[in-house]
């Protein structure tokens, strides 16, 4: 088990504005570990350097190092910052519960976010801030499957503060970087509201100080 002593700080390579990076560094933040966030900006227009992508070969964020380990995937990533250091256990010891777990990540990762993020929040809120023009048959596409995925995950969710009940996992630090993004865009707020314990969740984890702390600045 790795302790907070460990000599070198671990570093994520990546920005904040990012979900993939934001949820590893919730995930570093629920388990009490300091670490560097070193600035590598995926949309620069010169490109990824060549040192980073050394460290990831397929030039997404983020990416993580601690001593002479690397690792790049953010549910391999937070994965092993759950098993390899101390602090609160974020993964079910219940086979069947961390089964939920992976599978709610996987949703997260395979229909949630290009949907919820890309297609919602970025025709509807960030092109439009940044001059351009929402492009309205993405939004109209996109919708069916942000509701399949929120009432999957509704039905998914267990009784309880978060998502498989009395004990935050690494499936609520997946999702809260993305609904973040989902519930600036009216659709987003308007189809949320029609899920009240996801909404009820979304209350809590949208509190919690490791969420606040990890708000985007860009
Ligand atoms: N499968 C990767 C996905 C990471 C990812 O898509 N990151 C986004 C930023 S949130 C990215 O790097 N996008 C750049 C691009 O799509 O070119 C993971 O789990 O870490």
């Not at 009240?196 to 209350?203: G, I, K, M, R």
Request: charged share 20%; net charge negative.
């Amino acid at each position: 088990m790795i302790t907070a002593a460990a000599a070198s700080l671990p570093r994520l390579f990546g920005a904040d504005y990012s979900v993939y990076v934001r949820i590893v560094r919730l995930a570093l933040a629920e388990k009490g570990i300091a670490y560097e966030l070193v600035p590598v900006d995926v949309f620069a227009p010169a490109g990824l350097p060549a040192w980073y992508l050394e460290r990831h070969p397929f030039g997404r964020i983020p990416a993580f190092e601690h001593s002479d380990i690397r690792l790049f995937e953010t549910a391999a990533i937070t994965r092993y910052i759950d098993e390899a250091y101390s602090g609160p256990a974020l993964q079910p010891a219940a086979p069947l519960q961390r089964a939920l777990m992976n599978q709610i990540i996987g949703i997260l990762d395979a229909y949630a976010y290009r949907t919820m993020v890309w297609d919602i929040y970025v025709e509807r809120v960030s092109k439009p801030k940044e001059g351009g023009t929402s492009d309205e048959e993405t939004i109209r596409a996109a919708i069916p499957i942000a509701k399949i995925c929120l009432d999957v995950l509704s039905d998914l969710k267990l009784e309880g503060a978060w998502l498989l009940g009395d004990q935050l996992t690494l499936c609520d630090l997946h999702a809260a970087p993305i609904f973040a993004y989902f519930v600036q865009a009216s659709e987003g707020r308007r189809m949320l509201s029609d899920h009240p314990a996801l909404s009820a969740w979304w209350e809590n984890v949208s509190a919690l100080p490791s969420f606040i702390a990890t708000a985007p600045t860009s």
